[in-house]
């Protein structure tokens, strides 16, 4: 049989997992950790724009992160803000779009105002796009396409994706989630029908553009049968 030919990814999903962890092994504040932890994914985004990936979607705070401490959840969104703010000169020169999925509705209006302002300054760009999931559930969004599918026909899976929140990015090709647990928690649970998995033990803030490498390297091998031989 002959050898499959190596694949490249075009989209990778991240599940961002560990920073509390990652601080309490070092008797730190958990904040410390999310801070770390957003010095993670500049990293990652750098590299996999350097490694021409067409898409990078970042699981940033789900719909359930809501039930976290008050102070907890201020912090996480604090540190995106910054994070979005800090980083957007460099998005605009780089060519990378950024792009928000999920229920932003949910937010109040001066950080909705710093993403929908983030988004339409990099609208243009044509590198890679870095879709950041905020108040993003999976099951929120299968409900939200259904429900315009069947406003305008018939529902069938072709009419749903057409209105998922990453209508427009490539299929995902590779989910990797870090911090050694083994589960999707809601998170792109329809694109990931066919995606390859990765589970990896490393806690997020000492995940690096190297660690985003030897996945892609070890997707390159896999054998994509999509339910065939």
């Given amino acids: 049989m002959a050898k499959s030919e190596p694949v490249s990814a075009r989209h990778v999903a991240i599940i961002m997992d560990g920073n ?3 601080a309490k ?3 730190l504040p958990r904040a410390l950790g ?9 990293r990652v985004v750098r590299g996999a724009r350097e490694m021409g990936l067409e898409a990078l ?4 705070f789900s719909t359930e992160n809501w039930r976290r401490p008050e102070e907890e959840v201020s912090d996480l969104m604090s540190l995106m803000k910054r994070f979005i703010l800090s980083d957007l000169d460099e998005f605009a020169a780089a060519g990378v779009r950024l792009k ?7 937010f109040n209006a001066r950080r909705r105002g ?3 302002g983030a988004v339409a300054r990099t609208a243009g760009n044509t590198g890679t796009t870095l879709a950041v999931a905020l108040n993003y559930g999976s099951q929120d969004e299968i409900a939200r396409a259904a429900t315009k599918a069947a406003a305008k026909g018939p529902i069938t899976p072709e009419s749903i994706a057409a209105e998922l929140d990453t209508a427009d ?4 090709d590779l989910l990797i989630r870090t911090s050694g647990e083994v589960r999707l928690s809601n998170f792109l649970l329809w694109q990931a029908a066919y995606a390859e998995m990765m589970f990896t033990e490393v806690l997020w803030p000492d995940f690096t553009a190297e660690h985003l490498r030897q996945a892609l390297e070890d997707f390159s091998t896999r054998d994509r049968r999509y339910g065939g031989r």
Avoid: F, N
């Fill in 114 to 116: 710093t993403g929908q």
């Fill in 25 to 27: 092994k070092r008797h």
């Fill in 57 to 60: 979607t970042l699981y940033a």
């Fill in 34 to 42: 999310h801070q770390r932890g957003v010095e993670s994914v500049r």
């Fill in 20 to 22: 509390g962890r990652w």
């Fill in 169 to 172: 990015l490539p299929p995902l």
């Fill in 100 to 106: 928000i999925i999920g229920d932003y509705k949910a």
